[in-house]
């Protein structure tokens, strides 16, 4: 079964470090996520993707955050100089037009 | 805007009972409706969708909700737990499978099976 399969899935970075977290979406997906799930909260929703560019972000969403789909296969969200509170699970997911949204296994990101 | 409440952050449930998880949302059109489940240090797993025709949907695991327009509800259910079932469940809505549309999640629901 086809799944979204994201890397590392536990990173560990010092602040003000740039990390880059990957995701590879299912390969006929059409629209793209990231979401992030600080310890003990819910869901968030960061950003959409679609048609190469950002279709919708929250407020979360803030200049220290991009994303980008390199090569039509990977999407990577960017986070360029990470702050504590930027330690959350964080998951991808996609979805084709008319289907619900498929999520990785999330990468945790540790800033210390 | 739309929104999720799960109003029960926990729940214990002896193996073998039944069980209902309790969402209710808030949304200005036909809204779109997800359980997820998620064990420990696991990603979401979908349960089950609304979209749109039968009120009550199946889902995997013996799951089963029900969409009630009147009360903004999708009431998650299942007839018989199994320890393998303690996890913590999330509630959320989309305002459709079209375009860039994001998903809202409510708090969650952790849930403990007692043997």
């Known amino acids: 079964e086809p799944e979204v399969t994201q890397t590392p899935s536990h990173q560990v970075t010092q602040m003000g470090q740039e990390v880059i977290l990957r995701c590879v979406p299912i390969?006929?997906?059409?629209?793209f996520y990231w979401y992030r799930q600080i310890l003990g909260q819910k869901v968030e929703f960061l950003v959409s993707?679609?048609?190469?560019?950002?279709?919708?972000k929250s407020e979360i969403f803030d200049d220290q955050f991009s994303v980008e789909r390199p090569d039509g296969s990977n999407f990577t969200l960017k986070i360029r100089s990470t702050k504590l509170e930027d330690s959350a699970m964080y998951f991808c997911?996609?979805?084709?037009?008319?289907?619900?949204?498929?999520f990785g296994q999330g990468t945790r990101l540790t800033v210390v | 805007a739309q929104s999720v409440t799960q109003p029960d952050i926990h729940i214990t449930v002896s193996e073998g009972a039944s069980l209902e998880l309790r969402c209710n949302y808030s949304?200005?059109?036909?809204?779109?409706l997800f359980w997820y489940v998620q064990s420990p240090g696991q990603g979401l797993q979908l349960l089950l969708k609304?979209?749109?025709?039968?009120?009550l949907v199946q889902g995997i695991k013996g799951f089963e909700a029900e969409f009630k327009r009147s009360q903004s509800s999708f009431n998650l259910r299942k007839p018989s737990v199994h320890w393998s079932d303690a996890a913590e469940y999330f509630c959320?809505?989309?305002?459709?499978?079209?375009?860039?549309?994001?998903?809202?999640f409510g708090t969650g629901t952790q849930l403990k099976v007692e043997l």
């Open positions: 993707f679609y048609n190469n560019e950002i279709s919708e």
């Open positions: 959320a809505v989309g305002a459709g499978t079209g375009g860039g549309n994001k998903l809202t």
């Open positions: 949304y200005g059109a036909t809204p779109y």
């Open positions: 997911a996609s979805r084709m037009k008319g289907t619900e949204a498929f």
């Open positions: 609304y979209f749109s025709g039968d009120t």
């Open positions: 390969s006929n997906h059409l629209y």
